[in-house]
T-cell receptor, first 109, second 115 residues
Framework: GQSLEQPSEVTAVEGAIVQINCTYQ??????LSWYQQHDGGAPTFLSY??LDGLEETGRFSSFLSRSDSYGYLLLQELQMKDSASYFC??????????WGAGTKLIIKP | KAGVTQTPRYLIKTRGQQVTLSCSPI?????VSWYQQTPGQGLQFLFE???????NKGNFPGRFSGRQFSNSRSEMNVSTLELGDSALYLC??????????????FGSGTQLSVL
């Protein structure tokens, strides 16, 4: 079957760095995306990796290794407002977007 | 530019009823995809419409259907509601097809409760 695996919960301290991993098993691959969702809010796009390597957008970076079917989202200089759920998603060969179950990021002061 | 608008924001229905949810995409976006989200779960793909045509459909029963109008607005319908249909229903609009990982813009969702 198709699946994306990511940790259910990660805890970090304000100002620190945290990495959220995502491993995938899908038929076909059209890139790995990351979305952020605050409680009660809509998911918002963070980043996209279509090719291997690192993509950087401000405090957020995302990495992809297609040979390992693995990617991660790196958040630096954590702020309390970064407390949210983070989802990875992969487009498969059936043109469906497959989503991970989400990682709840808890930030402590 | 106005964002993606979903109506209604909240709905309470009873088992056996049917419901219609509406989604207005960002102006110029031709793709609308729908997702079901339950607590602690990721988003489950329902279907995607592009230029009034259903491009693909997820693994949901035939009670879940949708359509897209010429102005790109989309509706999804759930007939014969079941308790398990209680969820947040999200729609997203994009310029191109969602699965090719075009950046998706989500609406705030419709929270459906089935009693």
């Amino acid at each position: 079957g198709q699946s994306l695996e990511q940790p259910s919960e990660v805890t970090a301290v304000e100002g620190a760095i945290v990495q959220i991993n995502c491993t995938y098993q899908t038929s076909g691959f059209y890139g790995l995306s990351w979305y952020q969702q605050h409680d009660g809010g809509a998911p918002t796009f963070l980043s996209y990796n279509g090719l291997d390597g690192l993509e950087e957008t401000g405090r957020f970076s995302s990495f992809l290794s297609r040979s390992d079917s693995y990617g991660y989202l790196l958040l630096q200089e954590l702020q309390m407002k970064d407390s949210a759920s983070y989802f990875c998603a992969v487009g498969d060969s059936n043109y469906q977007l497959i989503w991970g179950a989400g990682t709840k990021l808890i930030i402590k002061p | 530019k106005a964002g993606v608008t979903q109506t209604p924001r909240y709905l309470i229905k009873t088992r056996g009823q049917q419901v219609t949810l509406s989604c207005s995409p960002i102006s110029g976006h031709r793709s609308v995809s729908w997702y079901q989200q339950t607590p602690g779960q990721g988003l489950q793909f329902l279907f995607e419409y592009f230029s009034e045509t259903q491009r693909n459909k997820g693994n949901f029963p035939g009670r879940f259907s949708g359509r897209q109008f010429s102005n790109s607005r989309s509706e999804m319908n759930v007939s014969t509601l079941e308790l398990g249909d209680s969820a947040l229903y999200l729609c997203a609009s994009s310029l191109g097809q969602a699965a090719t990982n075009e950046k998706l813009f989500f609406g705030s969702g419709t929270q459906l409760s089935v009693l």
